[in-house]
């Protein structure tokens, strides 16, 4: 035999065939094992020092190349293939099991679509989603929500996608798991169990009201409440600016992580703005929560009224709701989606309830000079064919109920003077004289009394709230 710095061939080839075997058991550990041992120069008896002798690079590589006396031996231990390979010291990876994705919910999306696009077979998205429905209706999915997917890794390329377990939290911020099981998928939802305490979250604007409340931790479920509760009587495009406050007191529902993630009651939301504080409280009346001002004035995002006939005095209806009317001018069948009320030029028109202008319009088509209110979230008024706006009165202003926001004439598509008025609920017109409309109110007598009391209280609770703890604070940053 070849001997190579005093040791045979054999030897060699021996060592080098348990050195290939151990090594990888010896210097990596199984998933979830122990740390491996760097003392393993004399693991099962191989002589490691002899290798390392031997495995340094290309040199070692070429003396494997060259030929040996006894072929039968490298024929049986395949030194061919050994002498290809690269024997430096670097560890292989281990293998590769589990793959892990993540996705987000996109409008339109269905949640077999998202199981099809990570390459899964159709019989198993059939089973998936049958079980996912029994524990959560999959027409609630919502955009924005991510699903984290763990995926087999050992399937073969272009072979079916095989799920092993996915998840995403839901609205309620309860868990859905579905998991594959040797007797098929199984779903279930794990109930997030929340406590409640009363906080109060006191910030600074600094950009926005919704940036600023968010960087100091609130999710966007107790923002968005916060904003109703004063959407009538904070501007939040005009009125806020960096430097001005705000305070929230609410019970916030908390997670086993000690997160806020919703407000189970807002009770109490102030704005400090150079136009002075704009404050509401919380008041349960006839069993509707709804918020007021210190004046026992209803907030208009909790209760609203508005006019049926919004004139300085009443006046001849001349023309009525009539989504088939013929149209006076040009006689074309033509939907008729308010109300005409004839008056006299020049009579003051009313802001049929609290609201905001958003729009003010010279000339536009067939409505002529007229203004736009929003109400609320739900209702809209447009008036239309004024003569003239008041003084003052611009996109964006503030109005109350009764407000003249206009006086009456015939701009536009019109036979003569008269007013003609329309309401939105949800972004669909209604009759203003048949339909059912909210009726708002401010509190008096005992009720009044009522609502001083629970506002003395909710100014109690305000100094005895524990304070909400920002992101940064929390973390000592």
């Known amino acids: 035999m070849l001997i190579f710095a005093g040791v045979s061939k054999a030897d060699w080839i021996s060592q080098l065939v348990r050195f290939e075997r151990n090594f990888e058991a010896a210097r990596t550990p199984a998933i ?15 002589d490691f020092g002899f290798l390392t002798r031997f495995l340094r690079g290309k040199k070692s590589m070429a003396r494997l190349r060259q030929p040996v006396v006894d072929d039968s031996l490298l024929s049986d231990l395949h030194l061919s293939e050994l002498a290809a390979r690269d024997f430096s010291p670097a560890i ?15 409008r339109g999306d269905t949640f077999a679509g998202i199981l099809t696009a990570q390459g899964l077979a159709r019989s198993d998205i059939n089973e998936i989603n049958a079980d996912v429905n029994d524990v959560f209706r999959l027409t609630k999915l919502q955009a924005g929500w991510p699903i984290s997917f763990r995926l087999d890794a050992t399937v073969e390329p272009g072979a079916p996608g095989r799920l092993i377990s996915l998840h995403f939290e839901d609205s309620d911020n309860s868990t859905v798991w579905v998991e594959r099981t040797p007797e098929g998928y199984t779903a279930h939802r794990d109930e997030t169990v929340f406590i409640s305490k009363l906080l109060v979250a006191e910030g600074t604007i600094e950009s926005t009201f919704w940036v600023d409340a968010q960087a100091l931790g609130l999710p966007y479920q ?47 939301v102030s704005f400090d703005t150079r136009k002075g504080r704009r404050e509401v409280f919380r008041f349960v009346n006839e069993g509707r929560a709804s ?29 009525p709701f009539n989504p088939k ?19 006299p030029r020049g009579t003051r028109i009313l802001a049929a309830g609290d609201g905001v202008v958003i729009a003010k319009r010279t000339h536009s088509g067939g409505y002529g000079k007229h203004v736009i209110i929003r109400h609320d979230s739900t209702y ?71 609502f001083e009391d629970e506002q003395r209280a909710i100014i109690a609770r305000l100094d005895q709230a524990e304070a909400l703890a920002s992101p940064a604070a929390a973390g000592g940053g």
């Not at 740390?35 to 693991?43: G, K, T, V």
């Not at 005009?238 to 919703?262: E, Q």
């Not at 008269?418 to 939105?424: D, R, S, T, V, W």
């Open 380 to 450: 809209e008024t447009l008036y239309a064919h004024m003569s003239r706006f008041p003084k003052g009165l611009r996109v964006g202003s503030r109005v109350k109920q009764s407000d003249i926001i206009g006086y009456v004439g015939t701009t536009g598509s019109s036979t003569g003077n008269h007013l003609h008025y329309e309401i939105k609920k949800n972004g669909r017109h209604i009759d203003p004289l048949k339909s059912t409309l909210p009726r708002g109110q401010k509190l008096t007598g005992d009720k009044k009394s009522a």
């Open 222 to 268: 107790v923002i968005k409440k916060a904003e109703q509760a004063q959407q009538c009587v904070v501007d939040f495009k005009r009125d806020i600016s960096p430097g001005d406050s705000f305070r929230i007191l609410f019970d916030a529902l908390i997670d086993s992580n000690g997160k806020v993630v919703d407000a189970e009651k807002i009770h109490y």
């Open 291 to 319: 918020f007021y001002d210190r004046q026992a004035r209803r907030s208009c995002s909790s209760s609203l009224s508005l006019l049926r006939e919004p004139l300085a005095r009443p006046f001849r209806m001349s023309s």
């Open 92 to 106: 292989e990876s281990p293998v590769l099991l589990e793959l892990a994705r993540f996705t987000t919910v996109e």
């Open 325 to 343: 009317r013929k149209h006076p001018i040009t006689g074309k069948i033509r939907p008729h989606r308010g109300v005409d009320f004839a008056a």
């Open 32 to 46: 979830g094992g122990s740390a491996p041992d760097d003392n393993f120069r004399a693991l099962n008896g191989i």
